[in-house]
């Protein structure tokens, strides 16, 4: 009896776990498209930014102007089995994601002093790092400890606090990412027309997988490098 009980936990704990599973799943492949066509103000590292944010504060209209000049490139949406596996083996490429910096770009004040600001779209793709780490957390323990895979030591995604601590996956973190992503993705509101296609079994689906005009986000890697040689200076 104990041991037809104890056969039944494991089973129980992955049916109530799919339907997490699923949601979260949709709600990474709808970040993807966000983060290919997210419109974010243009990062020159020659003349660093078309805007510079001054203090604590930043002027978002004027963001809004300089972005209609931004670089764009044309992006064929495709699938990617090693972004949709849960594997440790594809760790190394979320690791890849995010530059070594972790995504910030570093500002200069009137005083020559450093700020480290965020950049929306290292700070998404951060999330959807944090929210996969989560899934696989969950997928361990759905499958029991004894056939868990353990983590490699190699997430350089894990980004570093203002303080320099590491950042990791727990509750409240992916909880926040759930709701910045949703913001985020709101926020931008991409009216892309996805026509549907005939699956194998000639049925009409819409999988999101076209032809898209995309902001350059080499970019934006190349800022936030660059930027912790040479930061930018703050507006005035």
Request: net charge neutral; hydrophobic share 35%.
């Amino acid at each position: 009896m104990e041991e037809a009980k104890s056969s039944r936990e494991p089973s129980r704990a992955r049916s109530l776990l799919k339907p997490v599973f699923c949601l979260v799943s949709a709600f990474l492949a709808l970040s993807f498209i966000l983060l290919a066509t997210s419109s974010i103000a243009e990062l020159d590292i020659g003349r660093l930014l078309p805007f510079r944010p001054s203090g604590d504060s930043c002027d978002c209209r004027n963001q809004q102007q300089q972005r209609e000049n931004y670089r764009s490139r044309t992006v064929n949406f495709t699938e990617h089995i090693k972004y949709k596996s849960l594997n440790h083996d594809f760790d190394v490429v979320w690791d890849q994601l995010l530059p070594s910096n972790g995504g910030f770009i570093m500002f200069r004040d009137q005083d020559n002093k450093k700020h480290k600001y965020g950049m929306s779209m290292f700070h998404q793709l951060h999330c959807l790092s944090m929210l996969r780490m989560a899934m696989q957390e969950f997928n361990n323990t759905a499958n029991g400890a004894a056939t868990a895979t353990p983590a490699p030591e190699h997430h350089h995604h894990q980004r570093r606090d203002q303080q320099g601590s590491q950042e990791t996956p727990n509750a409240p973190h992916w909880l926040h990412c759930f709701d910045y992503l949703r913001q985020a993705i709101l926020c931008k509101a991409d009216d892309t027309i996805e026509p549907p296609k005939l699956n194998r079994k000639k049925e009409e689906v819409v999988d999101g997988m076209i032809q898209r005009e995309c902001k350059d986000w080499d970019v934006l890697y190349k800022a936030s490098t660059d930027s912790d040689v040479n930061p930018v200076a703050l507006q005035t």
